[in-house]
């Protein structure tokens, strides 16, 4: 394997790249238009009513019922209650609540005898729609503060911001797209332009210089790199700038990208090597990619998906890969991201093998 | 039957030159017994031939006659079923990469990547070839030079083809195969082309080239191979082949069925009528005179006399016998 002959043929191949507008679109806007769109609708920064999750313990009070009456007149926030018996932090982070607010038993006798009381509050402040709710219950017991006892303040809002209240939706969504970029660019690609140049007989072409498929193909891994590398700064970027996304960025996201982009240029290569028409490649490539692009935690975390959709989660290739970056940019678990990393090896070298078999310059 | 004939002549050729090729390099290619079916098509069954160093040797045939097959399992894209092939003293089945560091081809259809434009193609061409980047230069050489920035597929048929050549050129090779090189080009194109190759020819370059158009081969080669049905029909010069299986010159003369007869008795020679002239093969100028005198001796005004040539393309029907597949 000859480094220039590698070099010479990423030039052309990006510049063929670059020069199409689809791939640069489907390369950088795409996602960054994908974050824009669930970021806002999933933040609460589209405007409406946000969730507020209250746990009502002195139900019989008029105070907690001035204060929900309170909290539903500023049209902020939608009320859902906890049952009185849940424990609040297993149920908050069991139904991945953002704000949840605790109204204890003691609430409407402190009120009226003016001594001070705690209301719990747990949020996440990275989540928009989280400060919503938190500025709703600002203004309301503001207000009741100054209503119920003229004095100084009783009523105080307790937050809690600890990792049992839900990691807020784009933080899980910015390791979900680089996954989502890592697999639709080179497959789509990749299928595309190994059937296309079947077809068109540049490889034909190409095997009348010295340059070796394996050249070839070190090219295209190499190529699908960079422009991922480059997609997934630019998502990390949105995210955090526009959506207050926490992540952390660090050296296990690159293994896992490698692995990724390996792993989808040798799928992409095998399904555009088997197929005998370029129509017949679109297809192959589209069954191949379409169940991981919604259901491998791109778009939404698995952990809310039906347990039966989950385990099916488990055999795409894609999932370890966005296992692993949540792992590591989510919830800082390096072994956990190990786990994936070597599951997602293992595939990616099945499929490189694969791709190899099929992969051929001539006709015989 | 003359065709057969012929070709084992050129055969017996070949034997010889076969056994002295390591120490003359007179020829480049040679290939002996050559076949290749698809499933049921034979597409080529048994074909021999050589080109030598130096020449322009065209293979000309009908559609779907094995002419492709034939020059692609010569550069080593297609595996042989049967026969040895010789190409500039490699196999080019066994050896393909090494022998096309030597040789330049052009295939049938040529085409490359897209948004590519000829300069930045002959560039990546001579670093896989490990040869400086001679692009001006080739541009230059088949007039291209203007479409040196324009992307690949926005050139037009015949610019495109152009490239094809500078590819082929590239790592400045001695044998060049092109494939169909001027097909779908229009004549001004066509004989741009021409001129190329023949300058190529005048450095010395070998050339083997298909084609479909009959005053192509008779232009631009040293000799031409019919090729049809995946058989080799019949090759040598123009002229050569034209003696062997055309009937040489044809005498118009004024004349009527009782002529033609009286004239195809006494000679022997085939005979048409023609309207009011009569249309005769002849063999020798000779027979002109005595053909003139059984004119005169009918009483038949003579008010044609013309004497003229086969030319390549009707001995190339004559022998294909299948006019319609010719474009
Ligand atoms: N890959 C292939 N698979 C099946 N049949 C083929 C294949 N390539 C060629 N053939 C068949 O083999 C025969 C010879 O084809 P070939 O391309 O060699 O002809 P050709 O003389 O180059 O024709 P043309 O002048 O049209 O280019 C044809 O009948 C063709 O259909
Ligand atoms: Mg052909």
Request: charged share 15%; net charge neutral; glycine share 8%.
């Amino acid at each position: 394997m000859k480094l220039k002959n590698i070099i010479a043929d990423l030039n052309v191949y990006g510049k063929n790249f670059v020069r199409s507008r689809e791939g640069l679109f489907f390369t950088f806007v795409f996602p960054i238009v994908l974050i824009a769109i669930f970021g806002s609708i999933f933040s609460g920064n589209g405007g409406g009513s946000v969730p507020l999750y209250v746990q009502n313990l002195d139900s019989s009070s008029q105070a907690a019922q001035q204060l929900l009456a309170g909290l539903n007149s500023t049209h902020l926030v939608a009320i859902s209650f906890i049952p009185s018996g849940a424990n609040v932090t297993t149920y908050v982070s069991a139904h991945s609540i953002t704000a949840a607010l605790v109204i204890p038993s003691s609430f409407g006798r402190s009120v009226t005898t003016g001594g001070t009381v705690y209301l719990p509050f747990y949020n996440n402040p990275a989540v928009s729609s989280s400060q919503i709710a938190g500025q709703a219950i600002g203004s309301v017991i503001q207000q009741l503060n100054f209503n119920l006892s003229n004095a100084h303040d009783s009523i105080h809002v307790q937050p809690y911001t600890d990792s049992v209240v839900a990691q807020g939706y784009v933080d899980f969504l910015i390791p979900g797209l680089i996954g989502f970029t890592i697999l639709t660019t080179p497959m789509f690609s990749v299928t595309f332009i190994v059937s296309n140049y079947k077809k068109d007989k540049i490889f034909r072409q190409l095997s009348l210089t010295p340059l070796t498929r394996g050249e070839w193909l070190m090219s295209k891994f190499l190529w699908y790199i960079i422009i991922s590398g480059l997609s997934a700064i630019l998502m990390i970027g949105t995210g955090v700038l526009l959506f207050k996304a926490r992540v952390t960025v660090d050296l296990y996201v690159i293994p896992l990208v490698l692995i990724g982009v390996f792993m989808f240029v040798s799928l992409g290569t095998f399904a555009g090597s088997v197929a005998r028409t370029e129509e017949g490649a679109a297809v192959i490539g589209n069954i191949v990619t379409f169940p991981m692009m919604f259901l491998s935690g791109t778009f939404f975390p698995i952990s809310i998906m039906p347990q039966w959709l989950q385990t099916v989660a488990h055999f795409l290739p894609l999932y370890y890969v966005i296992d692993g970056l949540n792992a590591v940019m989510v919830y800082t678990n390096y072994t956990a991201a190990g786990i994936d990393i070597l599951v997602a090896l293992a595939i990616t070298i099945a499929f490189f093998i694969l791709a190899m078999l099929t992969f051929s310059w001539k006709e015989a | 039957m003359q065709a057969k004939r012929l070709c084992l002549s050129e055969h017996k050729v070949f034997i010889e030159s076969r056994v002295q090729m390591h120490m003359t390099v007179n020829v480049s290619i040679s290939a002996v017994g050559l076949k290749k079916s698809y499933g049921p098509i034979n597409a080529v069954a048994g074909i021999d031939f050589e080109v030598r160093s130096g020449e322009v040797f065209s293979l000309l045939g009908p559609n779907g006659a094995g002419k492709t097959t034939t020059i692609e399992m010569l550069e080593g894209l297609r595996k042989p079923d049967a026969g040895s092939i010789n190409v500039a003293g490699f196999d080019p089945w066994k050896d393909a990469s090494r022998m096309r560091r030597k040789v330049g081809i052009i295939p049938q259809g040529f085409n490359f990547i897209p948004r590519i434009t000829p300069g930045e193609a002959i560039s990546y061409f001579s670093t896989l070839f490990g040869v400086t980047d001679r692009s001006g230069e080739l541009l230059e050489l088949v007039n291209l030079k203007e479409m040196e920035r324009t992307q690949f597929k926005d050139l037009s048929g015949g610019q495109k083809q152009k490239l094809g050549l500078c590819l082929a050129m590239v790592n400045n090779p001695d044998l060049l195969f092109l494939d169909e090189p001027t097909t779908g080009l229009d004549p001004q194109a066509r004989r741009n082309m021409w001129d190329v190759i023949r300058k190529l020819k005048a450095e010395g370059k070998t050339i083997l080239l298909t084609t479909h158009y009959l005053e192509e081969a008779e232009v631009l080669s040293d000799r031409v191979g019919i090729v049809d049905h995946g058989k080799m029909v019949a090759c040598g010069t123009p002229d050569d082949i034209i003696k062997q299986h055309g009937s040489g010159k044809i005498l118009h003369v004024s004349g009527n069925e009782t002529v033609a007869r009286k004239v195809n008795g006494a000679t022997g020679l085939h005979c048409t009528v023609d309207g009011k002239n009569i249309a005769v093969e002849i063999t020798s100028n000779s027979d002109v005179a005595q053909i003139l005198d059984i004119v005169r001796e009918s009483g038949v005004e003579l008010r044609t006399l013309q004497l003229s040539e086969e030319t390549l393309e009707e001995v190339f029907l004559k022998i294909v016998g299948r006019m319609e597949d010719i474009s």
